[in-house]
């Protein structure tokens, strides 16, 4: 068996003990993100339906919010802790904040201003899963072994692409056939899986943790190492480009797209949906299968422009087929740029700045969905056959001024050069 593992470059750290606890605890997390998402929608929807829009928006403004506002605490936490201790923590402190959710939701103790207690909790439950994320993605060179960077990060991504749309099936059906309230509690016996599997963790190759300080000055020097260091900007910069802009086409634009602008039905807009999907599995297999790709400075330039070109075909689209090449074009691309700028930043990040330069991920993430709320008002204000082209221009050009800005990292081959900080470099 681990024969066989070891022959196959994309399959290689699966035969790290280490890295298939990691593997199978984030596949576990990846099912109740969505699950606990469309939980809560579920829920307003049928206990305060005459607000249900609003009360969502609430919910996924103080889940963002909770993202960015963690984030950067989240990666100097990771830096300065050991990090299978922080994911301990962090796992039993989400355990914690998911069972208050689940008991809001099932006493509504302030009739309909219990949402409001429940949006408190979904913003802590955020940060917490905020400073999860940068000690987990830390652990990945330990668990998987630095030689295996880029398929560990692939079949990570290949694993959340198969567990959520799993996820979201499992979340209609429970929530048709029981309480939202009863299928979040449910749902807590995830954590029954989840922390035995971080308990069996060893990392033993991970460094020692980073000399303690003050954590606002941690945070302020991974700030600094990211900008004093050109290639590590680059990277991202255009993931800030293509996630901030790019996010709110996957949902809710790109949807409503569908049905307000080509006229489809909730069927056809489900289909058309799967060519997102259908390209973010391919994006991961092909980096799975072809490691060096995610070591090219010209991929991650190549696919963050190619998303911008998809953007503009798909907002300017009336052709059915083209649509769906054009979906399928941008969950490509927007997958690739993920995984590669994610195995990039693992080959030239020194150790001890891991954790901080990832949060800024999760920050990203957090930044989208804030931009989402404000593209939706744009959307209705000017309509989305305006609106969508205009986000495409907008990546696109933001994708050019960036890989102009920093050509000599973006058209070239990263080796695995550790970028150390500046109090450590040799003058």
Known sequence: MADSL????????????????????????????????????????????????????????????????????????ADRADRKRVLLACESLSFVAHAGIAVLMLTEPLGEGSVGLVAVVTFLAAGIQSIDTPARSASVPAAAGRENIAAAIALLAISSQVTMPLSLPIAGIMNQLFPPGAVYATSLVAWFAIIPLIAMLRLDNQPPPAARGSTLRSIAAGLAYTRA????????????????????????????????????????????????????????????????????????????????????????????????????????????????????????VADEMRGRVLSFFPLTIGIAQAATAIAGLAGQAIGLALLLPLLGWLVLTGSLLVVVRYREFLGSRVESRVARPQAEQVS
Request: aromatic share 10%; proline share 5%.
């Open 6 to 77: 070891t022959s196959r470059p994309a399959l290689r750290p699966l035969a790290r003990r280490d890295f298939r606890l990691l593997l199978a605890g984030s596949a576990v997390v990846g099912v109740l993100f969505p699950l606990h998402l469309m939980t809560q929608v579920f829920w307003v929807s049928q206990h305060f339906p005459d607000s249900a829009v609003i009360y969502s928006s609430i919910l996924a403004a103080s889940r963002g919010s909770g993202m960015v506002a963690f984030s950067l605490l989240g990666g100097a936490i």
């Open 229 to 348: 260091h050109r290639p590590i900007l680059a990277i991202v910069s255009l993931v800030f480009v293509v996630q901030v802009i790019g996010m709110p086409i996957a949902a809710p634009l790109g949807p409503m797209f569908f049905i307000e602008v080509l006229g489809f039905n909730s069927a056809q807009v489900g289909l058309m949906g799967a060519t997102w999907g259908l390209g973010s599995v391919s994006a991961s297999i092909m980096i799975a299968r072809n490691a060096h790709l995610a070591l090219r400075g010209g991929s991650l330039a190549f696919v963050a422009i190619f998303f911008g070109l998809a953007v503009l075909s798909f907002g300017y689209s009336r052709f059915i087929p083209l649509t769906a090449l054009s979906d399928y074009g941008l969950g490509f691309a927007f997958t690739s740029t993920s995984l590669v700028a994610s195995t990039l930043i693992q080959h030239l």
